[in-house]
């Protein structure tokens, strides 16, 4: 498989530092926004679709109300409701603190470009960063785990989100990476309990093959999942900056730089994209996906605005085919 990087000096352009600053000034700004109510319905609507293999519900009982429209299903008391003669609905309140594992794939293969001329890991670790923002912001707890062929390490995590950015930061800038083994990130998250919360993991587009989709269906159906995938810039595009092989080092040929060959690569990765999302969909989890920072920005925008209108559904029905409509 090609991986393919822009022909561009080793040091940043001005454009990606402003590019990055602004970038930065959009998250600050949006975090200084959100609420608790709204970080709690967006990740709630995710968590929400998986039961607990554990006794109990993990919320402490606050009162009892007469169902409104627009409550929640699961929310009904069934023995309350049958004393009363009319649906009456329990009100909770978290117990307990989830956490939050974001997995992000560090291996040599996401040093190549995005579609947008951003290095994929930047993109990846951008989208990381918006999910520890409304995970935060719920006072959950986050590990960040960092994943290559040659090691898998975890980063256990306290403090507010300026100190995730830099942890974040530091983290990526110091890696020697190795080519990617998702395989083995996908067999540690499987071994993370089900009762912790949600897993992210952040990779490339193309990086799934169809040998690790068994391991993906298993992880899916025991956790609450969102897959994050960065779409590598189109190598045969003739209107992308000339790219180069990661491995070999050798640019992109003139002539196969062609609107006909980056069509037929643009049909191909979407219907890779396509069928992995709806693998994903069988068990209500995300996809996110994303050729720039900003576009995932948007993305995780239009969660939250979902998120907020997660009152207003009648059945979980609703909340699957929600979810389906951010991608």
């Known amino acids: 498989m090609m991986r393919v990087k822009s022909a561009q000096p080793a040091a940043p352009a001005a454009s990606d530092t402003d590019r990055d600053a602004r970038f930065r000034a959009r998250v600050q700004q949006l975090g200084s926004?959100?609420?608790?109510?709204?970080?709690q319905r967006a990740l709630g609507l995710i968590e929400g679709e998986h039961g607990s293999l554990l006794p109990g519900t993990g919320f402490d009982f606050l009162d009892l109300n007469d169902y409104q429209p627009g409550d929640s299903a699961r929310s009904i008391d069934w023995t309350a409701s049958a004393r009363a003669g009319k649906p009456i609905v329990v009100k909770r309140q978290r117990e307990v603190t989830s956490t939050i594992w974001l997995l992000l794939d560090t291996g040599d293969e996401m040093n190549g470009t995005a579609a947008s001329g951003e290095k994929m890991i930047d993109v990846a670790a951008n989208a990381l960063r918006l999910f520890a923002l409304l995970s935060l912001c719920r006072?959950?707890?986050i590990s960040?785990?960092?994943?290559d062929g040659g090691k898998i390490s975890r980063t256990p995590f306290i403090g507010g989100y300026a100190k995730f950015d830099r942890t974040l930061a530091s983290a990526v800038a110091g890696i020697n990476p190795a080519p990617r083994n998702l395989t083995e990130l996908?067999?540690?998250?499987?071994?993370?309990p089900v009762q912790d919360g949600l897993v992210v993991i952040a990779t490339a587009s193309n990086a799934v093959t169809a040998q690790q989709m068994p391991l993906v269906t298993s992880l899916s159906e025991d956790h609450s999942l969102v897959f994050?995938?960065?779409e590598p810039v189109n190598p045969f595009s003739p209107t992308q900056p000339r790219v180069t092989d990661a491995v070999s080092g050798k640019l992109m040929p003139a002539?196969?730089?062609t609107h006909q060959l980056a069509e037929e690569t643009k049909r191909r990765r979407a219907a890779l994209r396509d069928a992995f999302r709806?693998?994903?969909r069988r068990h209500n989890d995300l996809l996110l996906s994303a050729g720039s920072s900003f576009q995932m920005l948007d993305h995780f925008i239009s969660l939250l605005s979902l998120g907020t209108r997660v009152g207003t559904s009648r059945s979980t029905n609703f909340l699957a085919k929600g979810k389906g409509a951010l991608q």
Do not use: G, M, N, W
């Open 33 to 39: 926004r959100l609420t608790l109510p709204v970080a």
């Open 139 to 141: 006072s959950d707890e």
């Open 144 to 147: 960040l785990v960092l994943a």
């Open 186 to 192: 996908f067999r540690y998250a499987q071994k993370i």
């Open 228 to 230: 994050i995938t960065v």
């Open 255 to 257: 002539f196969l730089r």
């Open 278 to 280: 709806h693998e994903l």
